[in-house]
């Protein structure tokens, strides 16, 4: 006869266990200063090496914000389950200019992209 082998492994968080939560904040490797960190409620700023830290907190599931200026917004959930830090990447606003863009001219003439490129070659 095979002996049976049953494993279960469970998770408990403590009730009323704290924990640490800082987050930190970066772009391309590098870090974020002054960026609004939201976790629930509870707001904080990035200090110079683009951490926020939100000292301790109870167990559970939270969401998270990060917003910076020249970056999109981060939206994202996190499971505080140990004393963590949690890493946020932001992705920089690329500027895309539209095809409208104008410029002025001498005399004061406003001009679309595509007069502008026929009025540079007529003055050659």
């Known amino acids: 006869m095979m002996a049976r082998s049953n494993t279960v492994t469970v998770t408990v968080t403590a009730p009323g266990a704290e924990y640490s939560l800082k987050v930190m904040v970066l772009s391309n490797s590098a870090a974020i200063a002054g960026a609004t960190v939201k976790v629930d409620s509870t707001e904080r700023t990035t200090d110079s090496q683009g951490m926020a830290d ?10 998270v914000m990060v917003m910076a200026t020249n970056y999109k917004t981060f939206t994202g959930t996190l499971t505080l389950d140990g004393d963590i830090i949690y890493n946020v990447t932001l ?5 895309v200019l539209p095809q409208w863009l104008w410029y002025v001219v001498g005399g004061g003439a406003v001009l679309g992209v595509g007069a502008v490129a026929a009025w540079a070659s007529r003055r050659r």
Do not use: C, R
């Open 54 to 63: 939100f000292g301790t907190m109870a167990g559970g599931t939270y969401s």
């Open 91 to 95: 992705e920089p606003l690329v500027a």
